[in-house]
């Protein structure tokens, strides 16, 4: 096997720099499902990102084609500058998918090895044990294993190959707080040392925490792309309802801070980052009533933000 | 987690990787830590161990009893007949609960997973294949030996090694059979569709009772069901008759068994 190694050993990543992940006007349907409409997104080498929305956004989806799961409906998807499946047959990608099943009635210890044969190198599995936490775990059956348990199994697994690049699809679902302190500690130790990183969440919080970029996805399209304070801000806001007939939109919509007016037969629905100075102005320069002031969720600003983009559709 | 992780180029150390176990993708990843991990897996069944070794053990057991059971068939006798059979029905169980072990885990993911690694799709297969026939011989050699222990079965010596041989090859049909099966009805469930399912139609198909003892209209049902060819064949180097219909019928549920499986498994890797 030794003698082998070398003529299947894996290349250095390349200097010249490919981006770890190329996605070109790409798009997925499943009949008449939409799930990705129209995606472009370029990650460079070492980037630690964020894939960030709701459920049912499209980032599952993306990450399935991603690493060659699935076959985008239309456009391009490259990997350090090849295909999916071949940078996967290179052990240059690795993933931690929610979906991925694992053998119930083999020990953990098993799992790991049994994946580990089929790479043309890969780290000990001693090693990866470790990095990921479940040592103590290796004897374990993987059906006794709890959610958490597993899917640090799964972080496990995809260090085998010791991957340039490592797909997360809600990685830390099932984790306790210790579960998720080794599991993003580990992520980030290897990161340093220039592993690329795409994960998907739908918490905020985990994504600006650990993430130098998030991409918001939602209804299947990029909405926003940039830092955690970028896109904080746009999630961010309180909606103000009111029963107003007739508004004034243009000069609601100049007021500062309002990024959305929405008319709901009597109602108007305004989206703003000051929500005080909308009221404000409700009351005193409108015959507005019922006004009602809600602070909201990611989720609803997701929402938000994408109406934008929808339109009615 | 102070070892080394880190980026490593193309200098992978000969003692790296031979700790790290065996190596190498050349066969498409079909190697002996996979085998052997999926061997193991069989064994620890205990259902799959008390049908495919406890169970037609101790049907050739308490099937030896019966009268007749020294007459002469072919160029052996009854019970070398009856043990060949019994050694049939319990690897083509044995080979449907490996198959159907395969559209379980499948169903449940296992195939996404593996995906995620340069595993080809034909070696994979042969992984599952190669096991379902290990497991197949296991049955057979586990009748055979208390058979010969039990020394009532009486065949030239050379056909103590072809007649087995032979229902190897035709268990395949009941590994795709199972594969099928555990599409069609997904989890646990399969196996209890198939032990019944397989006894059923190894009566009908003449396994345990030879097809000219039952009336003549069974007789006609008998011959189109999958059991029958396949009994005929194995039991053939025996009894020196092989009718034509037997060939057909099992080169026909075979072929049959292997397309269900395909279109099947095709369709969930389409959906993956």
Known sequence: MATTSPHIARLAPDPSGHPAIDIVDVTKTFGDVHAVR?????????????????????????????????????????????????????GYVSAVLQSGGLLRDITVRETVRYIGSLFPSSQPVDEVL??????????RRVGKCSGGEVQRLRFAIALLPDPRLLALDEPTT????????????AIRRDAARGRTVLFATHYLEEADQYADRIVLMS??????????????????????????????????????????????????????????????????????????????????????????????? | MGTDTTMRPSDATPATAAAAGPRGTRFGGFNGTVLGIELRRMLRNRRTIVFAMVLPAALLLSFSG????????????????????????????????????VAMERTTGWNRQLRLTPINPVAAILVKAMVALVMGACAI???????????????PVHLWFVCPLLTLVCTLTFAALGV??????????????????????????GVFIPLDQYAASVREVAYWTPMYGVSEIARAP????????????????????????AWRMSRDTARA
Request: proline share 3%; hydrophobic share 50%.
């Open chain 1, 130 to 139: 470790a990095a990921a936490g479940i040592t103590e775990l290796a004897d």
């Open chain 2, 180 to 205: 099928f099966v555990g599409y069609i009805v997904p989890g646990e469930n399969a196996m209890q569709i198939i032990g019944p399912g397989l006894a059923l139609l190894s009566f009908l198909g």
């Open chain 1, 219 to 313: 209804h299947g399209r990029i909405v926003a792309d940039g830092t955690g304070a970028q896109v904080k801000a746009l999630a961010g806001g309180r909606t103000v309802r009111a029963t107003l007939p007739h508004p004034d939109v243009d000069a609601i919509a100049a007021i500062a801070g309002v990024d959305s007016v929405e008319i709901r037969g009597e109602q108007v629905l305004i989206h703003s980052a000051d929500s005080d100075a909308v009221a404000r102005h409700l009351l005193t320069r409108t015959s507005a009533r019922d006004i009602e002031i809600t602070s909201e969720g990611l989720e609803q600003a997701f929402l938000n933000l994408t109406a934008d983009h929808e339109g009615n559709g």
């Open chain 1, 174 to 185: 099932g984790m306790d707080v210790e579960g998720r302190r080794v599991f993003w500690n």
């Open chain 1, 38 to 90: 129209g995606v472009d997104l370029a990650i460079e080498q070492g980037e630690i990102v964020a894939f960030l929305g709701p459920n049912g956004a499209g980032k599952s989806t993306t990450i399935d084609m991603i690493l060659g799961l699935s076959e985008p409906t239309s456009g391009t998807v490259e990997v350090l500058g090849m295909s999916p499946r071949a940078a996967i047959s290179h």
């Open chain 2, 66 to 101: 019966q009268s007749g059971w020294r007459d002469r068939v072919g160029s052996g006798n009854v019970a070398a007949y009856v043990l060949i059979s019994i050694a049939l029905y319990g690897a083509a169980l044995t080979a449907a609960a490996g198959g159907s072990m």
């Open chain 2, 141 to 155: 050699a586990v009748v055979y030996v208390v058979g010969a222990a039990q020394g009532k079965a009486d065949m």
């Open chain 2, 238 to 261: 025996l009894t020196h008759e092989l009718p034509w219909y037997a060939v057909v019928n099992a080169v026909a549920w075979f072929a049959l068994f292997v397309a269900g499986a």
